[in-house]
């Protein structure tokens, strides 16, 4: 029998952190700061109006790009955080997650052969996706140095006659940088230089911690050339719900439109009804857990530095990036001894690309109480390293 399966599938490294995971499933009492989703339970009025459109029968398929009034209020959101106007009924698309208007995008611009640029460390889909799409990813190694931001020089130097596609992320995971508006104008400027478009993923814009969040797509002459992907997951804590959004230039969201629309059909239609409900009623419901999360980072911060673990601070999403290199260990051997010793699960900085080696992922959203019982045990198995 002939071998059925696309070598190009085979070839993709299974996700890092499900890797690491399987591994700590087998460690009883493990405490976790390695899952990126937020603790808390969606608020209830978001819930509620999810409940309610079920018993309405509003059970249906909805158009493929989304239910009006959604489209409608995500323009709105669009407009009231950032002055950008996008027209609901062909700039927006509602999607399965972000993951899913990421896939979208690529495969609607990719050509064979295109080269798509993914600064890394970064979400472990990006790549994957760049491949599946059939592009070649063209990867740009940030530093600790710089904050883990893109520099223009940084961009320059990875740009080839190939390049279509810049895909970038902030603020990021797994490091939780950001870019000032003025570093994403210098961006911008080598973007529209060399006739690039930007899929800019910014499903935690609105955990900025120190300043606003800018969106690229703001910067003048960009909103042509840029695909906003953004998202209910983490603002709103409704991971489980499954939804988000692309908004961009007509042309492109019609052909992600046109695949999704074979693919999918729609996003779940429960799941839209409560995210206009979100959009309406729930600036509170962020502005609270924002708030929450900003505690959380600075304890944690104030922890790591306590016990030595160098660690810029970050400025947004809700995760830090303790450096570990001093202790001469890789990622991989620092995350299995404490999980094997202390039963804390942080995930490998490498997971993320090869220049998170050195480095680890810390979540924090958990709980105080949870944070406070795993940094703990990260501080003994800490100690044990300084023997």
């Given amino acids: 029998m002939r071998d059925f399966l696309a070598k190009k599938v085979v070839d993709l490294k299974p996700?890092?952190?499900?890797?690491?995971?399987?591994?700590?499933?087998?460690?009883?009492?493990?405490i976790s700061l390695g899952v990126g989703e937020p603790d808390f339970d969606t608020p209830w009025h978001i819930r509620e109006e999810g409940i309610y459109s079920l018993e309405k029968g509003n059970t249906i398929y909805t158009s493929n790009a989304g239910l009006k009034e959604l489209r409608e209020e995500i323009s709105n959101y669009m407009y009231r955080k950032y002055n950008l106007e996008y027209k609901w009924d062909t700039d927006i698309l509602v999607t399965v997650g972000g993951s899913e208007a990421i896939d979208l995008a690529l495969r609607?611009?990719?050509e064979p052969g295109d080269e798509v640029i993914i600064p890394m460390p970064?979400?472990?889909?990006?790549?994957?996706c760049a491949i599946m799409a059939?592009?070649?990813?063209?990867?740009?190694?940030?530093?600790?140095?710089n904050e883990f931001r893109l520099t223009k020089e940084e961009l320059e130097q990875a740009i080839t006659p190939k390049s279509k596609v810049l895909l970038i992320n902030y603020p990021n995971n797994p490091t939780?940088?950001?870019?000032?508006?003025?570093?994403?104008?210098?961006?911008?400027?080598?973007?529209?230089?060399h006739d690039l478009v930007v899929i800019s993923d910014e499903i935690y814009s609105e955990l900025s911690y120190l300043h606003s969040h800018t969106s690229i797509a703001s910067i003048p002459k960009m909103k042509e050339r840029t695909i906003v992907i953004n998202g209910f997951s983490k603002s709103y804590s409704m991971t489980g719900w499954r939804l988000g959004y692309a908004c961009g230039p007509e042309n492109i969201i019609k052909q992600m439109t046109k695949i999704h629309q074979f693919c999918i059909m729609c996003a779940p239609t429960t799941s839209q009804y409560a995210a206009v409900e979100a959009l309406k009623n729930g600036d509170n419901d962020v502005l609270e857990m924002r708030d929450a999360y900003n505690e959380r980072r600075r304890y944690v911060m104030h922890r790591l530095k306590e016990m030595g673990l160098p660690c810029f601070t970050p400025k947004g999403a809700f995760y830090v990036f303790p450096d570990i290199r001093k202790f001469g260990l890789s990622s991989?051997?620092?995350?299995?001894?404490?999980?094997n010793e202390q039963k804390v699960v942080l995930?490998?900085?490498n997971a993320f690309g090869e220049s998170g080696e050195?480095?680890?992922?810390?979540?924090?959203?958990?709980?105080?109480?949870d944070l406070k019982i795993a940094l703990n045990r990260v501080e003994e198995f800490v100690k044990t390293l300084k023997k």
Avoid: Q
């Fill in 134 to 145: 059939g592009a070649k990813p063209v990867i740009i190694n940030l530093k600790n140095e």
């Fill in 15 to 30: 996700s890092g952190i499900r890797k690491f995971f399987d591994i700590a499933k087998e460690i009883k009492g493990a």
């Fill in 108 to 110: 609607a611009m990719i």
């Fill in 332 to 339: 991989d051997e620092f995350a299995l001894r404490l999980l």
């Fill in 358 to 369: 050195g480095f680890l992922r810390l979540s924090y959203a958990y709980s105080i109480d």
């Fill in 347 to 349: 995930v490998p900085g």
């Fill in 176 to 193: 939780g940088a950001t870019m000032d508006r003025i570093h994403l104008e210098e961006i911008a400027e080598v973007v529209i230089k």
């Fill in 122 to 128: 970064c979400y472990v889909s990006y790549e994957p």
